[in-house]
C-alpha cells in the first residue's frame, strides 16, 4: 500500500472514530444553531487533508456558514478535521440560514457555505456586485409536507398540492381528508424550503397570499405550527427530508407521501420521490490550490467527504466532482 493511500485508510478511521462516539443529533426546534449532545468521546489527531499533509486548527479553519438543514454536517466536518468531539465545536460552528449564508459569503463573513440554492433576489444581488463563486452540488435532499399526525391524509398528488398553495384547493374533504378549512403554512421568501417550493413544486404558478401569521422565519417554527394550529389537523406546511426525520423534528407530525411514494433514503437515492433538491459547497471563485477554504471546499467534494456526508445521514450525489456556478 503506498503513502497516500495509508494516509486516506487514517483519515477515514478517524472520521469513523469520531462520528461515531459523537453522540446523538439533537436539535430543539427553538433554535437553528442548537447545541449537540454531551459525550466523552477523547480528543483525537487532526484528520490530515490531502498529499501535502496540511491540518486544519482553529486558528486556520475556514469560517463555516450554511442552511439550518446542513448544520449537523457543519459541526460533524469541524469535529472530523480539528480532532475534537462534536460537542466541542459548537462553538464554532454557527449558521445564519440559507439567504443570509450567502450574504455573508459575498460580504466577506464566511468562506465555505453548504447551503440550498439561494432565492432569486440573492441571485440578483450576486449579479449586481459582479461576485463569482465556486459551486458545487454534495447531497440531494428532498422537500417534504407535513401535516398533524392526525389528519387522515396519507398522500397527495403533485396537483393537489399546487392546488392547496395556488388556493384552489381550500377543504380537506376535497383530497380525502376530513371536512376542515386547509391551513397552509410557508416560508419566507429568502428560505431554502421557500425556493425549493417554487421551482419543484409550483413550477412558476403563483402561491397565495397568506396571512403574517401563517408565513414563518424559521423551519423550526413552522413544524411547530403545523403539528399545534387550533389543536386540529387543519394546517399542512413544508420542509426539508433531513431536517424532519434526521434532526428529529417530525414528532406529533405526518409526512405525507407524494403520487404514491413515500420520502425516505432510498426514494431520495433512486430519484422515484418527486421534489428532490440538492445542497451546495460553495466559496469565492479564484482560490488558490492551497487556501484552506479551497482545501476544504475540495476535501467535503472527495471521496473521505463523501463517506462522512453518508455517515451523517445524508444522500451524497452521485457524482460528488460536480461543477461551478
Sequence with gaps: MNR????????????????????????????????????????????????????????????????????????AVASVLLGEPRAKVSDFIRFSKTARSYRALMNGEADVLLAAEPAPVVWAEKDDGGYDWDMAPFAVDALVFVVNAANPVESLTRDQLRGIYSGTITNWAEVGGEDLDIVPFQRDEEAGSQTAMMNLVMMGEPMTDAPTELVTGEMGDLVTAVAAFDDTPAAIGYTMYYYAHNMNMADGLKILSVDGVAPDAETIRNGSYPFLNSYYVVTDAGRSADDPAKLLYDWILSEDGRRLIEHEGYVPVPDTGGGTA
Design 4 to 75: 497516500s493511500a495509508i494516509l486516506s485508510v487514517l483519515a477515514i478511521l478517524a472520521v469513523l472514530c469520531l462520528l461515531t462516539g459523537c453522540g446523538e443529533k439533537d436539535v430543539h426546534p427553538d433554535s437553528d444553531n442548537p447545541p449537540p449532545a454531551e459525550t466523552e468521546t477523547a480528543e483525537a489527531p487532526a484528520a490530515p487533508v490531502g498529499e501535502n499533509q496540511f491540518v486544519f486548527t482553529r486558528d486556520n479553519f475556514p469560517r463555516l456558514d450554511g442552511s439550518t438543514s446542513t448544520l449537523p454536517l457543519g459541526q
